[in-house]
């Protein structure tokens, strides 16, 4: 046997994968929409990206005399790693892991650079679609100069398949609308001093994708107070990253 050079000595699991709409709460059943297995577990893992880079490994670990655990066993030598120091025993099964992924983290679309006959499933697949002022004129034809229009736009959007629309308007902040609350609503940023404002739009997005990942219960409004707030911060200093704020020099009611 060649020496190893990665030995893992670590988890190796099933997963047993539900993607559901919501999780559920303690009890409850809910349907989901596909199941599927995977190989996981933490030390497997990492053998596994050891050995499809080119590494020489070993794996140190044990499954169960079931049906995962012969599973298990074909994967490691599918990817190359050495299983004689798998050990496959009776008296316990094989790890499995149940996991439940829900289809809360919203798909956010930047339509740039802007197309004018862009593909239709980008909108009726985009659950926010978010573009700035020139985006949406490419995109509509309308020409944004103030909310009234943008607002105009967002409904465009709606029409064809956004769940929800923003559109930036740089020191105006933006204009949401959503098919559920279909009135465009204009929130407005902060007055700065700007000094560069390239990458503001992308300081902005970022921030939104942030807030939705991680603050997903925060009503969109108030996302966007907080993206603007962020991006507005980021016009106030030269440069693009360079000018993207840390979250510990924000202020803590952001978080
Ligand atoms: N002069 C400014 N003052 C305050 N905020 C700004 C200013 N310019 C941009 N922003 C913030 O950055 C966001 C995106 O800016 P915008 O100019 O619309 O995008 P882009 O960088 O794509 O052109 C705005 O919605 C706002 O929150
Ligand atoms: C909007 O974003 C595009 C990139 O798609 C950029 O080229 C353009 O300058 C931006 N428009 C405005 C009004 O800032």
Known sequence: MALAEVVVVGSCMTDLVSLTPRLPKAGETIHGHKFFTGFGGKGANQ?????????????????????????????????????EFVNQVEDAAT??????????????????????????????????????????????GITVGNAEDAGR???????????????????????????????????????????????????FVGA?????AYYPHLPLEEMLKRSNCIASISVQTTGTQTSYPYRKNLPQNLF
Do not use: W
């Not at 798909?107 to 985006?135: K, R, V």
């Not at 308007?169 to 001093?193: I, W």
């Not at 939104?208 to 939705?212: D, E, G, Q, R």
């Open 47 to 83: 053998c596994v990206q050891a050995a499809r880079l080119g590494a020489k490994t070993s794996m140190i670990c044990k499954v169960g005399k079931d049906s995962f655990g012969n599973d298990y066993i074909e994967n490691f030598k599918k990817n190359g790693i050495p299983t």
């Open 95 to 140: 790890g499995a892991a149940s996991i439940v992924v829900n289809s809360e983290v919203k798909t956010l679309f930047n339509p740039a650079p802007a197309l004018a006959d862009l593909n239709p499933e980008f909108y009726t697949h985009s659950d926010i679609f978010c573009c700035n002022e020139s985006e949406a004129e490419i995109l509509t």
């Open 153 to 203: 736009v967002g409904c465009i959007l709606l029409e064809r398949g956004c769940k929800t629309a923003i559109v930036t308007l740089g020191p105006e902040g933006c204009v949401m609308v959503s098919k559920n609350a279909p009135t465009p609503k204009h929130v407005p940023a902060q007055k700065v001093t700007p000094v560069d404002t390239t990458g503001a739009g992308d300081s």
């Open 208 to 212: 939104l994708a942030f807030y939705l």
